[in-house]
């Protein structure tokens, strides 16, 4: 059973900068793919950002490219989500989550089948 669990959540004021972890557990990281989601208040979950280190592939929507980076340690079997310069509109509860995605199938929630329990993330103006 593979279980992942997040921290580095916290309070960070406009133009911040965070970085989350998530350590996953009965699994490495060449396994599965990783992905970060993030679920505002009174909206849907949506796609962070997405790291297979087989192929060497990320993925990042467009409102964090530029900004945010995810990384893997393989040694730590642990994903990192650097988060630069964040925004008011960053606000939310960002999830781990770990799946045999393919390279089509990174940013699809769908794909991800273990999920962590969440860190919240608050951007002050």
């Known amino acids: 059973q593979v279980t992942l669990v997040e921290s580095g959540g916290g309070l960070v004021q406009a133009g911040g900068s965070l970085r989350l972890s998530c350590v996953v557990s009965?699994?490495?990281?060449?396994?599965?793919?990783q992905g970060w989601f993030r679920q505002a208040p009174g909206k849907e979950r949506e796609f962070v950002a997405a790291?297979?280190?087989?192929?060497?592939?990320?993925r990042y929507s467009d409102s964090v490219k530029g900004r945010f980076t995810i990384s893997g340690d393989n040694a730590k079997n642990t994903v990192y989500l650097q988060m630069n310069s964040l925004e008011p509109e960053d606000t939310a509860v960002y999830y781990c989550?770990?799946?045999?995605?393919?390279?089509?199938?990174?940013?699809?929630?769908?794909?991800?089948?273990?999920w962590g329990r969440g860190t919240q993330v608050t951007v002050s103006s």
């Open positions: 009965g699994g490495t990281l060449r396994q599965y793919g």
């Open positions: 989550a770990a799946g045999r995605v393919i390279s089509s199938t990174m940013t699809a929630q769908s794909a991800y089948y273990y």
């Open positions: 790291l297979k280190l087989s192929g060497a592939s990320t």
